[in-house]
C-alpha cells in the first residue's frame, strides 16, 4: 500500500480539495484507496461523510473502534476513515496519547494495508504539532498544495527544512517534489510571476486553475468528477494522479 499525504503549513490552498479529488481519481483507476482525515478540523469528513460518522479516526486510535468499524465505503473502490469535528477526539489523543505511542500511524497503515488498499491519502491539518509530524513520518510521499500568493515560495522552502527533519528524526526518506498550485489565475500577472517563481524550484509543478466547482462539490457532498466532471480544474489533477501512479 503507498501512502500519500498532502500538506502544508499554510491554510486556504485547497488541500482538502486536492487531496480528495486525487483519491477519487485513483479509485477511478481500479485502485483501491481509502481517505483518511487525519485534520481535526474535519473538512474532508464533512465533504464525503455529512453527519453520517458513528465511529472516527480517534476512536481506533484510542482502541474504542476497530479498523473495519471506522472505515466507511464513499464510492466504487473509494473508502473514508473520517474524524468527528464536533466532540472529536483525535485532537485530545494526540495531545495526550500520541507521545506514549510513537508507533500509532506504523500501526494504523498495517491495518489499513491489511484490508487490501492499494493507495491511502491523508489529509493533515496545515500545522506542524506532534501529530503531523507522526503522520508525515510514515508516509512514501508528501505532495505540497500552494496558492499563487506572495509568501508560498517561501513556504515550501520552510516545509522542505521541517521535512528534512522528520526524515532525520525518524530515518526516513519521504518524496517530496510535486507542488499543486491551486486557484492559479493566469489573468493575474502576479499568479504568472508566482508560477514562474515556482516552476524554478526543484519540483514537478501542477498548476490548477481556478473553479468555484470544486468548493461546489463539497457543499453537494459528492467529487468532482460525479458533480462537475467537465471543470477545468479535473485535467492538471489526472496529471497528478497520473505522476503519483508511475512513482
Not at 42 to 54: K, M, P, T, V
Not at 152 to 163: R, Y
Not at 212 to 238: G, N, R, T, V, Y
Amino acid at each position: 500500500m503507498r501512502k500519500i499525504c498532502f500538506h502544508i503549513q499554510k491554510g486556504g490552498v485547497g488541500k482538502t480539495s486536492i487531496s480528495g479529488t486525487v483519491a477519487a481519481d485513483l479509485a477511478r483507476r481500479g485502485k483501491k484507496t481509502v481517505y483518511v482525515d487525519a485534520d481535526p478540523q474535519g473538512n474532508a469528513s464533512s465533504w464525503y461523510c455529512g453527519e453520517s460518522i458513528r465511529h472516527d479516526i480517534g476512536d481506533l486510535l484510542s482502541r474504542r473502534a476497530s479498523m473495519p468499524e471506522v472505515v466507511k465505503e464513499i464510492g466504487p473502490g473509494l473508502y473514508m476513515v473520517p474524524v468527528i469535528a464536533i466532540g472529536g477526539t483525535l485532537k485530545k489523543w494526540s495531545e495526550t496519547e500520541l507521545a506514549a505511542d510513537p508507533k500509532a500511524f506504523e500501526f494504523f497503515n498495517q491495518d489499513l494495508a491489511a484490508l487490501g488498499f492499494d493507495y491511502a491519502v491523508f489529509d493533515c491539518s496545515p500545522s506542524f504539532s506532534q501529530l503531523e509530524r507522526a503522520v508525515i513520518a510514515e508516509m512514501d510521499e508528501v505532495v505540497s498544495p500552494l496558492s499563487p500568493e506572495y509568501f508560498s515560495v517561501d513556504g515550501i522552502e520552510i516545509f522542505t527544512a521541517e521535512l528534512k527533519g522528520i526524515e532525520q528524526k525518524f530515518r526516513r526518506t519521504i518524496r517530496n517534489d510535486k507542488i499543486a498550485l491551486n486557484m492559479l489565475n493566469k489573468s493575474f500577472s502576479r499568479h504568472r510571476a508566482f508560477q514562474e517563481a515556482l516552476g524554478r524550484l526543484d519540483y514537478s509543478l501542477f498548476p490548477i486553475p481556478q473553479d468555484a466547482k470544486m468548493a461546489e462539490c463539497q457543499i453537494a457532498h459528492k467529487s468532482l468528477f460525479d458533480f462537475a466532471p467537465q471543470s477545468k480544474a479535473l485535467a492538471p489533477i489526472e496529471a497528478l494522479t497520473t505522476a503519483l501512479l508511475n512513482q
